[in-house]
């Protein structure tokens, strides 16, 4: 390798060095004269100017540039330029001291110019009223309004989301939904489009249900405040905000939790009885429902849990709910020589009660599952609860394998649509009884006798799924 090519690749690799560095870090070498650059503010310009030309620039560069052409600093003075510099600044800026920046050399611009009127980025909110027992969608909430304006900001897609506040004003925590969620606190979040410099919103209208609030036990005070961020950048655009105060009514639970006003006492006695909350790990209740066919019952807990217990009538009693074997009686009756002898009937242990739903007339599930912690847990009748992983596909009996499980429910119902539906973990998918195979009858152990199966009362359709397949 001769002495010309060896000082060719050592060029191309200064080259390569020069131009992996930020423009705006070269730029300052030469404005200062440091680390061996030469001062030069043509130079420092030309890094400047290149740097602010691509799409999305260091915004130091922005700053810097923007300066110089507003003080005639190394060029001539260039209020245009520092105006567009400015204005470019304040669209990208990603925080509030940024666009102060911004702001502050719009006004000096402004100034300069002989104008006496200036554009600030920002927001105003200027009232919150609240209207309450509003439907809709099938949904009982309250809708928050609100008038308020946005300057600066023109052709900007802007976020509008009401935060809400405990009754000493700290932020109300223990979201319950994802989708009224933000910062572990209920929220609800709206959009809109500024298409003036200044654009004011008379009546903005939010709309959040009552199951999506955390109520504390007993009658407590709430407040709403309205906050506004640019959307394309995540910067906040209002520091301060109006509260509009309500009142929020909640219950007290069995486990140690609270619910809002959409509860029924009734709802925690079930829980009581039947949660396998302590088993699969859900710790505080927050909000609990009943479906709308009435047979499952739906609870919320703190740390993500959702909890079904559901029911269908017992298919070895009808619901009636004595023991078939015994009559209700709780004995069986063996004749001796003219003399009937009683004897303790072995399927209900003398109880009379029916055996397979120890007299409750129902049988009863549970299907629990967490979206945080991708863990679920399920109970059919008679058997132990497992605790399984919903990305796990070889659980005994199905897998969650198939989506992403949206506890978003519509009245209480597990109803996900599209790529939120799973596949249901106790027919694998097929809709099939579990129990009996889709037979729709099961063998009495005790009598011999073929009885309708427990779990799908006959029909051989998976109870958990409803035949469906899916949760």
Known sequence: MNKKTILLLLAATLSCLVTAQNNYDIAMKYYYGSSGYSQSYERALQYLIEECNKQNPDDRALIKLCG??????????????AERLANKLKLIARDMATASIADDYLEEISKKKGSTTITKLGATIEKIWLEHNVSKNGEKGMMIHSRFSVNG??????QVIAFFRDSERNPLKGGIIPEYTMFDGPCVKGEANAIYENSLWEDYKLFIPYKALPFASGKNTYYVRIYIRNKQTGVWLNGNSPDASFVG????????GVGNNQQSIAYMDIHSKYSQYKKFGGDRVVRSE???????????????WVERIGYDECSNCH??????YCGGKGYTEMWIISNAVRTTCIPCKGSGGCYFCNGEGVSRFIDARNERTRLGYVKLPYTGGTLVSLDDNKNTGGSYNTGNYNPNLSSGNYTPSGSNKIRCHSCGGSGRCGFCGGRGEKRNSYSGNLNDCDMCRGGGVCSLCRGKGVN
Do not use: H, Q
């Not at 900001?153 to 802007?158: F, P, Q, R």
């Not at 009943?290 to 993500?304: H, I, L």
């Open 68 to 81: 110089m052409y507003l003080m005639g600093e190394g060029t001539s003075v260039n209020l245009d330029g």
């Open 153 to 158: 900001l023109k052709g900007t897609n802007i």
């Open 249 to 256: 009514t909640g219950y007290k639970n069995n486990a140690g």
């Open 290 to 304: 009943k479906d709308t066919d009435g047979k499952d019952y739906v609870f919320y807990y703190a740390n993500g």
């Open 319 to 324: 619901g009636r709910p004595t023991c078939d």
